[in-house]
């Protein structure tokens, strides 16, 4: 019998009998390194000190007393999702053969293994050498990631899949996740195809969809998971991008109606039932929006991830229903059952701040707005949040808070929020004179922005100079007075400082805008012909995939 002395254990099971005999089959293994954990959260907070090689979780934590808690598919999504465990632990589900029925037919987190009960010490050596091999192979590329040698790691990865070919669909398969980890989707997506060219596989199909949404294809991404769910009707992953390629379409509904549909299959994933309760609210269905959010607070209730802002989304949904007594017990709910942290001070004041406008409180509704952004300073919310506490400061009269919370999110290029979706809601609120008066000052902050680009440009600093640019575009892609000034300062940095290809695309997208808006600008032949000669000087060929820019047609090129 292999020799397993070494293995630290994580026994997760609520059951004494089972813990007990779980025991003695890792002594026979002469496995004594072993710990016990009796729920899910004792569990977390035990691997939030120590780590183990091996995790042995029984699917149904319940304790008997009919409040049981998280199962073991919800404690592996706590521990995937935040990161308290390494990507080399192995995780094996202990079921029982009615649970394991349901659970594999949905398997979505990918535990290492499934065992099923009863099992024999045997069965359990076997199990564990299996898993051993295969961490022992993936190690070394685990470890480069871990230390964030994220290029290394591809690298290792193209060579293992050579190397290892018991293993190479698996390492080709990781190659792909890290490239798109690093933006290289189009890198992604070729190694996706590889691996489809020689057998169709989900995993690479709803990557490959992945990776053409991220490029904005998104009808081909739809087509392509539509077909996977057709073959595949359970592989639930498809259906979460599904419904994300949905909404980046602007067909909501049909977004809700897959996520429906997976949470008919597999209702357990609090990740999926808040993204139902958000899609749902959108489309108006608050009596679904209420429902999936429910679920949402009473599932995570034993997580100890537990996130306030599910408890607002309740609020938020109770207040758009007109439930006003039951938008407040859940406020009193956070108070009682969230511990303190400014997370939850933020979240709490701001639904407290609801439930006061729904009441007509407006002096109520404006001090709870104050307490909110008070905590807002150390808080980690989300945009989303941020975005609708600007909307309820901006509808109790608190432009200046208000103008403040918009100008962060959209300073920060990671919000995903622009210039042109506040003045939207603005004008949505039907407050016309706040759109005016911020577009004006995003109009000021962009001609600032114009004015240092050039100071740059003319101490040297080329690439400061295309970088404010570029901030510039981000805030007023819309405005064509910047196309010029931007392609101008991206193609000097280019002829002067050596070729860049992303910016050179850039610059010929700007370029390409131009003459579709403006044939006759008189600045555009001259930075076409720019553009050309940079590509000549550097004997870069045109892509393949796009033409490069042309010549206006009643100018020749030079």
Not at 141 to 153: P, R
Not at 330 to 356: G, I, T, Y
Not at 370 to 380: K, P, Q
Not at 469 to 481: H, S, V, W
Request: aromatic residues 6%; hydrophobic residues 45%; proline residues 3%.
């Amino acid at each position: 019998m292999p020799d397993y002395s070494n293995l630290s254990i994580l026994i997760v099971d609520p059951n004494q009998g089972m813990r007990a005999s779980l025991h003695n089959m890792l002594s026979m293994l002469y496995i004594t390194k072993v710990d016990d954990a009796v729920s899910a959260g004792t569990a977390i907070r035990q691997l939030s000190k120590k780590s183990y090689d091996v995790i042995l979780c029984e699917y149904d934590l319940g304790s008997g007393s009919g409040d049981s808690g998280q199962d073991g598919q919800q404690l592996l999504e706590d521990l995937r999702n935040n990161k308290v465990i390494a990507q080399w632990t192995i995780f094996i589900m202990l079921t029982s053969e009615g649970v394991y029925g349901r659970v594999i037919g949905a398997a979505e987190l990918l535990p290492t293994d499934y065992i099923l009960k009863p099992f024999t010490v045997e069965t359990l050596s076997q199990r564990f050498g299996k898993a051993l091999e295969r961490r022992a192979v993936f190690l070394p590329v685990y470890q480069q990631i871990g230390q964030g040698k994220i290029k290394e790691a591809i690298t290792a990865c193209l060579a293992a899949e050579t190397a290892q070919p018991r293993y190479a669909a698996d390492f080709a398969r990781l190659r792909a996740e890290l490239l798109q980890s690093i933006g290289q989707i189009a890198a992604a997506e070729l190694a996706y195809a590889s691996v489809l060219q020689t057998k169709q596989i989900g995993w690479a199909q709803l990557g490959q969809a992945r990776c053409m949404h991220l490029l904005k294809r998104h009808s081909e991404a739809q087509a392509g998971l539509e077909a996977l769910i057709a073959s595949n009707p359970r592989f639930m992953a498809a259906y979460d991008l599904l419904s994300k390629v949905h909404r980046a379409q602007g067909n909501d509904e049909a977004a809700k109606h897959v996520l429906q549909d997976a949470i008919a299959i597999s209702p357990n994933m609090v990740g999926r039932l808040r993204n139902l309760g958000e899609v749902a609210l959108a489309t108006g269905d608050v009596e679904g929006a209420e429902k999936a959010y429910k679920q949402v607070v009473a599932k995570a209730k034993y997580s100890e991830f537990r996130d306030p802002e599910d408890h607002l989304n309740l609020v938020r949904t109770l207040v758009t229903k007109g439930d006003a007594n039951g938008a407040a017990g859940v406020v009193r709910d956070m108070e009682r059952s969230l511990r303190a942290s400014p997370n939850v001070d933020v979240c709490r004041a701001f639904s407290a701040a609801l439930v006061q406008e729904m009441n007509g409180n407006a002096e109520g509704a404006v001090a709870e707005l104050t307490t909110a952004l008070a905590a807002l300073g150390e808080a980690r919310v989300s945009n989303s949040l941020k975005l609708g506490l600007a909307q309820s400061l901006m509808s109790n009269q608190m432009d200046d808070q208000a103008n403040a919370v918009f100008s962060a999110l959209t300073a920060d290029a990671s919000s995903g929020i622009t210039d042109a979706q506040v003045v939207a809601l603005c004008e949505k609120a039907g407050r016309t004179d706040l759109a005016e008066r911020y577009g004006k000052k995003v109009d000021s902050e962009v001609d600032a922005m114009v004015r240092k680009a050039a100071e740059k440009s003319r101490s040297g600093d080329l690439k400061g100079a295309v970088a404010v640019m570029q901030e510039a575009l981000r805030r007023r892609p819309d405005n064509t007075g910047l196309w010029a000034v931007a392609s101008t300062a991206m193609l000097r940095q280019i002829t002067d400082l050596g070729w860049d290809g992303p910016l050179a695309a850039q610059a010929a997208g700007l370029l390409k805008r131009m003459r579709e808006d403006n044939p006759s600008h008189p600045l555009l032949a001259g930075l076409i012909a720019q553009y050309q000669a940079a590509r000549q000087k550097y004997n870069v060929a045109p892509p393949a995939t796009a033409a490069p820019p042309q010549q206006p047609a009643h100018v020749e090129s030079r």
